[in-house]
């Protein structure tokens, strides 16, 4: 068979395993452009969850009480581990994760758009678990049916703690929805200045998504941006209520012929400036995951020594 003969016939393959919702798997045979395409969201995604944990971490100093700060604690804990699974699964690709963090270091690659937002007081954190977490979950439940074995596994397991994540900030904000006027009004500011960065999470609209079509033909992403977005704002209309707060945004109506909610324009020229590295706290968002790199050799020194002391004794003890 010749190489061009196999190579048709391992896409073949390929092809029909997608087809039949199974799963591709590391030893699998897969075309460049699905690595490229997996590599390139998996480690955006990880960046994301760790790049996350800053918004919310600057406030576990500040919790108002021990239980406040217990929680905060976990959840960016969490988000940690989010992370960790997901280099782990870029790895599976071949992916170096010492280059990975070099290239969001360095801003070759991107991360979420919305934790470039200031987290102005604490009721920042329960609008973050409420609004971005529930946009995470919107945008992940989907990914657990990735068609990509070690994406789709993580994926379960980061979905149940978002999960915890979202129930705990809107838990927060209904104790403080129920406070003083001081507490309504510090709940009703975040939501103004969150709810159109939580809108962008889901990224460009579908007509200007380049990666959309081939993604979701290659069944990784399973739904387009749009009705993703879609999606979160029927999904949180009804959370609102209950909440008895506002949504900033003037054109949101219940539309009876479409089944969904109507909403404004997103300001899209913000959102590219975002990701292009101007919103306003990517500087800072960067300069403090270097910082963090730069801090932690010593540990990475020390665990390297560590495996090579460990894999020494092994020889001697065979030897
Ligand atoms: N921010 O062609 P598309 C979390 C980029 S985790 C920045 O539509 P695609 C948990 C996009 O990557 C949040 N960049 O791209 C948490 C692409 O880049 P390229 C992260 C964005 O991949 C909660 C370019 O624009 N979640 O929140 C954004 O088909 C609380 C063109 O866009 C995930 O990563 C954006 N918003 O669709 C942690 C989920 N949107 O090609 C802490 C997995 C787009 O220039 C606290 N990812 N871009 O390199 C996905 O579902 C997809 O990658 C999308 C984008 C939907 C984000």
């Given at each position: 068979m010749s190489a061009a003969e196999e190579t048709s016939r391992l896409e073949e393959h390929f092809d029909r395993t997608i087809a039949r919702e199974q799963r591709i798997e590391p030893r699998d045979w897969m075309p460049d452009g699905y690595r490229r395409t997996l590599v390139r969201q998996i480690s955006q995604h990880a960046h994301s969850e760790i790049i996350g944990m800053q918004p919310e971490g600057e406030w576990i100093t500040r919790a108002p009480s021990l239980r406040r700060k217990a929680i905060l604690l976990a959840k960016v804990q969490d988000e940690a581990g989010h992370g960790l699974y997901l280099y782990s699964a870029a790895e599976?690709?071949?992916?170096d994760r010492d280059e990975l963090t070099a290239m969001l270091i360095d801003g070759r690659q991107k991360y979420s758009s919305?934790?470039?937002?200031?987290?102005?007081?604490?009721a920042d954190v329960g609008v973050i678990g409420w609004l971005v977490d529930g946009a995470a979950i919107c945008n992940q439940v989907p990914l657990?049916?990735?068609?990509y074995g070690p994406y789709a596994r993580a994926m379960i397991r980061i979905c149940k703690e978002e999960s915890f994540h979202q129930r705990q900030g809107y838990e927060l904000l209904m104790t403080m929805m129920r406070g003083t006027p001081e507490q309504r009004t510090m709940v009703q500011d975040a939501v103004d200045r969150w709810w159109w960065p939580s809108l962008m999470m889901?990224?460009?609209?579908d007509h200007d998504s380049p990666n959309s079509a081939r993604s979701m033909a290659w069944k990784?992403?399973?739904?387009?941006n749009d009705e993703l977005r879609q999606r979160f704002v029927d999904m949180t209309v009804p959370q609102a209520e209950a909440l008895g707060v506002r949504l900033p945004?003037?054109?949101l109506r219940w539309n009876d012929e479409r089944g969904h909610h109507d909403f404004g324009e997103l300001d899209w020229a913000e959102f590219k400036r975002v990701i292009s590295?101007?919103?306003?706290c990517n500087a800072q968002r960067i300069a403090v995951r270097r910082a963090a790199h730069d801090d932690g050799a010593w540990v990475r020194e020390a665990a390297v020594a560590h495996a090579a002391k460990q894999a020494d004794r092994a020889r001697g003890a065979v030897a």
């Open positions: 599976t690709l071949g992916a919305i934790f470039n937002y200031p987290t102005l007081s604490f657990c049916r990735s068609s889901f990224g460009p609209p990784v992403k399973r739904h387009s945004d003037p054109d590295g101007d919103g306003p």
